[in-house]
């Protein structure tokens, strides 16, 4: 539960109440430490009180056991007594017992023979004595028993003549009687009382005077082995208590004195001392108020008038306070005074650094929106329109992981003046990042927009100095024109947002106007996004394989895994509409997992000269926790590593080259094939090929499809297989169609060769059962 707060109607009785509570707190505490000390000497006091009467009790035990003992030995040594036992004479033996009985001021003495027939006593007593000298552990005469509620002491003698013919047992009620004897040996008036143990081995007061409870258990941590002192909680107030067991016959103990003495009795000694100390804080505490109310007074009167300023400086009206004396307060009045007087100049500048960038010193985003708001507002009555230009430096990322940021922030304050320069019309703002927005308010129809983003596209394309470095740079724009193209601020930044989209898709360093058609396109991408997020889960993806053929082996030896997806409504979905969306929005990640893990699993059934064969995307490859993704896939699977094929792009490269050198030496390690993918469609394959030793270069489809035909496409694809084979590579040749290019690959010297004159791609039974056929396939011409 939340307090709630106490509020004060002036400074004065705060203060007040501040050093009245902080007195409080300083009493309570010394009170709380005078309280634990005073509890501690008393708890230290019974407990040394209950340490000795605990004493007395086993001393008192002792000389009880020894005298009953004695007197038991009197009797044993009698002639006739043992005659009367040896002829079973039960008159003389009663008479005995009754005698010895009353020497020893005893209610129970019987005699146990040896076959456990008892004399001189009856009912649950006589029948709980009579195993009692068989129980007893060797060297002890003495034990305490239960029956039922009652508690009893047992000691017995035995009766030699010369050998044991019997004993003699005494049996002592350890009742309300015999406990008060015990009370009042004691200093202080304690409280005795027998506890009992249940067959569950709990303990218990028969009596009933004392409730089961975990304090009472607490006494016994051990089960049977008692503890020290302990409070427990009683009905009528805790008390400090000891216990000690009393030993049974076997050794374990069913019952225990329990010794206790009521707290509140402890602490009666010490009520004088505690009600002195309850009046002394209390008249200290009057006089506390009474200073501390003075003492507010002399503080908060300036400070009043320190209020009464300010309020007057909020209203609008500059006041000065009168300083009075060379003290903190005074110190306080000269303060004020300078606030006051730069208050004006510090709320301007406030005003400023909340709607303008601090490193370009432009208009920022939140400035930029409330001008758009303002201006389509205005044309909603003039008939002109409102132009919104969004730019996007290209390669600024470059800029600083090279230069560095300083040089980056030089180049973006270059580019804002350069933008205001070419805008005197408009209103150019820093969105964030490299991003720039630019409002212009024009004519119907004006090609003011076009010939303002041609003017930046051109001035952006010459290097620009910044930094003190010639920076290479440029910029793509996206022109949205309201309010044909929105009516708000939101979709008029949206809309432009779209088309600098679309401009950078067209080769930046241009700029595109917006079309309803971007704005359906990006619809439907986001919806194609959200698709693929739940294909992978509902299982809409599978795995067809197109296989590769051997044509030194004349045999297949592999497939190309060959991601299909079918969408629930839309059927069958082409790789190259989904796999560029998966990744842009990185989900290719988990679905190059699935690709690879369900392509190793398919791999591991098939002979094993056949090889899997995968494509890994640039994100994909790139990733940190690519090489632990692909270990995974062959343990899961059991496929051997060898038999394993990654495909990879040139576009790898453009990430580092130095990175994707350690993870393809990595994969090279554990025994994987690595693969170059397109080769020769890229810029600049023969350096990547001096790089890093492939084990297979697969020539590009396009050279293929004209092998035939064009006698350019078959010297470069004859450059590639030699050039494959100076460098201990294999090549595979995509794309075979028909008989002709199979012959002139074979005849070229191309290692393997697919397409679908062998097969189109298929799923994994049919590639299995392909597989499963024949060592050797073949196809007609």
């Not at 009992?196 to 409870?213: M, V």
């Not at 394309?461 to 724009?477: C, K």
């Not at 497939?559 to 560029?580: N, Q």
Request: hydrophobic content about 45%.
């Amino acid at each position: 539960m939340k307090l709630p707060r106490i509020q004060f109607a002036s400074l004065r009785t705060k203060l007040a109440a501040l050093y009245v509570a902080l007195f409080a707190i300083g009493f309570i505490a010394v009170s709380i430490t005078a309280q634990v000390m005073i509890e501690n000497q008393a708890r230290s006091s019974v407990e040394s009180e209950l340490l000795a009467s605990g004493t007395v009790y086993d001393r008192l035990w002792e000389l009880r056991e020894r005298t009953l003992v004695s007197s038991a030995e009197v009797l044993a040594r009698d002639f006739g007594f043992r005659s009367a036992v040896a002829s079973g004479d039960k008159a003389t033996i009663q008479s005995a017992l009754d005698s010895l009985r009353s020497r020893a001021d005893l209610p129970y003495a019987a005699l146990v023979g040896l076959d456990g027939s008892v004399v001189g006593m009856e009912g649950p007593l006589a029948q709980r004595i009579s195993s009692f000298p068989f129980e007893l552990s060797e060297g002890h005469r003495d034990a305490v028993v239960t029956i039922g509620p009652e508690t009893y002491r047992l000691i017995d003698s035995p009766i030699l003549a010369p050998t044991e013919i019997g004993w003699v047992v005494f049996a002592v009620k350890l009742d309300a009687a015999e406990l008060r004897r015990l009370e009042k040996l004691s200093a202080i008036p304690l409280v005795a009382t027998i506890l009992q143990r249940d067959a569950k081995g709990h303990w218990y007061d028969p009596t009933g005077s004392i409730p089961r409870s975990v304090s009472l258990e607490s006494l016994f941590p051990n089960g049977s082995s008692p503890r020290g002192a302990a409070t427990l909680t009683l009905a009528d107030g805790p008390a400090y208590a000891r216990a000690r067991s009393l030993a049974g016959p076997d050794g374990n103990a069913s019952a225990a004195l329990l010794l206790r003495y009521p707290i509140a009795m402890a602490l009666s000694p010490y009520r004088p001392m505690q009600a002195g100390i309850a009046l002394a804080g209390l008249i200290v505490l009057v006089l506390v108020v009474f200073g501390s109310l003075r003492l507010a007074g002399a503080l908060t009167r300036p400070i009043a008038a320190l209020q009464r300023s300010a309020q007057m400086l909020e209203e609008g009206s500059r006041s000065e306070v009168e300083v009075i004396g060379a003290d903190e307060i005074g110190q306080l009045a000269v303060s004020f005074n300078r606030m006051s007087a730069g208050i004006v100049e510090r709320e301007h500048r406030i005003t400023h650094m909340a709607f303008h960038d601090p490193l370009t010193g432009l208009p920022n985003r939140a400035f930029f929106h409330q001008s758009l708001e303002d201006r389509l507002m205005r044309i909603a009555h003039s008939g002109e329109d409102v132009a919104i230009l969004c730019l996007d430096l290209d390669g600024f990322k470059v800029v600083n992981d090279t230069l560095g940021h300083p040089v980056g922030d030089a180049l973006l304050s270059r580019v804002g003046e350069l933008l205001v320069s070419l805008t005197p019309d408009g209103l150019v703002s820093r969105q964030g990042g490299d991003e720039f927005a630019i409002v212009l308010t024009c004519e119907k129809d004006s090609d003011r927009p076009r010939a303002l983003a041609q003017a930046i596209v051109d001035a952006l394309t010459d290097p620009v100095e910044a930094g003190g470095q010639i920076i290479p740079i440029g910029a793509s724009l996206g022109i949205a024109i309201g309010p044909a193209d929105g009516d708000d601020a939101d979709d008029l930044l949206k809309n432009a947002d779209l088309a600098l989209y679309r401009a950078k898709q067209d080769g930046r360093g241009a700029f595109h106007f917006f079309e309803v058609a971007l704005d359906q396109a990006a619809r439907e991408r986001r919806q194609l996004e959200l698709d693929l997020r739940m294909a992978l889960s509902s299982g809409e993806f599978a795995l067809n394989y197109q296989p590769i053929y051997d044509l030194k082996n004349d045999r297949i030896s592999g497939f190309e895994a060959l991601l299909r997806w079918t969408h629930p409504t839309r059927g069958l979905v082409g790789p190259d509409l989904f796999i560029p969306v998966a990744e842009q929005s990185g989900l290719i990640l988990s679905i190059g997992e699935w690709v690879l893990g369900q392509a190793c699993r398919e791999a591991a059934k098939w002979p094993d000269h056949v090889r899997i064969a995968v494509n890994v995307s640039t994100l994909q490859f790139c990733h940190p926790g690519f090489t632990s993704t692909v270990m995974l896939a062959l343990s899961r699977s059991g496929l051997d590593p060898q038999r394993l094929e990654i495909e990879i792009t040139e576009s790898v490269f453009l990430e580092g080259n130095d990175t994707v050198l350690a993870v393809l030496r990595q994969l090279r390690s554990l025994g994987i094939r690595i693969a170059l993918d397109d080769f020769g469609t890229g810029y600049s394959s023969l350096s990547y090929l001096r790089s890093f030793p492939f084990d297979k270069i697969k020539i590009d489809k396009s050279f293929v499809d004209a092998i035939t035909s064009d006698t350019s496409a078959m010297a470069i694809v004859r450059a590639i297989v030699v050039l494959a084979f100076s460098l201990k590579m294999e090549t595979t040749a995509e794309g075979v169609e028909d008989c002709e290019q199979l012959e002139e690959l074979r005849g070229q010297g191309c290692t393997s060769v697919q397409g679908y004159y062998f097969s189109r791609p298929i799923d994994g039974s049919a590639a299995f059962a392909l597989v499963g056929r024949s060592t050797s396939v073949e196809f007609a011409a």
